[in-house]
């Protein structure tokens, strides 16, 4: 239900905007290799879904990311930073265990189970942006597991160069990056549930519709005044 995260994703359909549902699948929060199917009201292509791979929860694209990283002499970062249930810390801690095989550069993280098992196999970890980090306090805090943090998209410039010399005025061992094109998400990260409450797709488990993006009239019902 909108009440929980959801494990599950209903992919719209991108033929009819929407309206029809391509398909249903159990969803986790990484590993995945895509599929189409039709749509149940325009009998579209649809949009492309996603599922587990059943021979290696998706690792092998790993190996294969890195291999081009490597030939094209540019970094390889592996994003795991959705909320994570205790039925998937194996397959979790699997996927940094591939990570650190392949020496990939960096995970991006926001889930302290993989935060902490990244620190454990030694495995370098960069703090999401969706852990919402604001503050210099919550700088100092997060320093302690990571040499790189994505601070908050709802930071201004100023608020950004503030923190940035309290970290030098503090002798912190971090260093901060900033969104600047992307998916600059008007809500607050790694707290927005707008998704989930309409479309029971959370942006906290990787599925946002962006339903922040669209065109409404918002009503009054008292006054009827739009």
């Known amino acids: 239900g909108s009440g929980a995260e959801s494990e599950s994703d209903v992919v719209k359909c991108d033929n009819c905007e929407g309206l029809g549902v391509v398909r249903q699948e159990r969803r986790t929060a990484f590993g995945y290799f895509s599929t189409t199917g039709p749509c149940n009201k325009c009998e579209g292509s649809g949009e492309i879904i996603k599922h587990e791979c059943n021979e290696c929860d998706g690792t092998g694209l790993v190996k294969k990311i890195r291999k081009i990283t490597k030939e094209n002499n540019v970094k390889a970062y592996l994003t795991v930073n959705t909320v994570i249930y205790d039925k998937e810390i194996k397959q979790v801690q699997k ?3 591939k990570a650190k095989e392949n020496n990939i550069d960096a995970i991006i993280a926001s889930d302290l189970a993989v935060i902490k098992y990244c620190n454990k196999i030694k495995q370098p970890v960069h703090i999401s942006t969706q852990c919402n980090i604001s503050n210099i306090e919550a700088v100092k805090f ?12 709802e930071l201004n410039l100023k608020q950004i160069t503030n923190i ?14 900033a969104f600047i094109h992307g998916a600059l998400c008007v809500a607050i990260s790694g707290k927005c549930y707008m998704s989930l409450a309409t479309y029971n797709t959370s942006a906290n488990r990787g599925a946002c519709l962006q339903p922040c993006r669209r065109q409404y009239k918002v009503t009054d019902l008292e006054t009827n005044k739009q």
Do not use: F, G, P
Request: charged share 35%; glycine share 0%; proline share 0%.
């Open 95 to 97: 996927i940094c265990d």
């Open 164 to 177: 940035n010399n309290e970290i030098k005025k503090q002798n912190l061992k971090v260093k901060t990056e």
């Open 142 to 153: 997060y320093s302690k597991y990571a040499k790189a943090i994505v601070l908050a998209r």
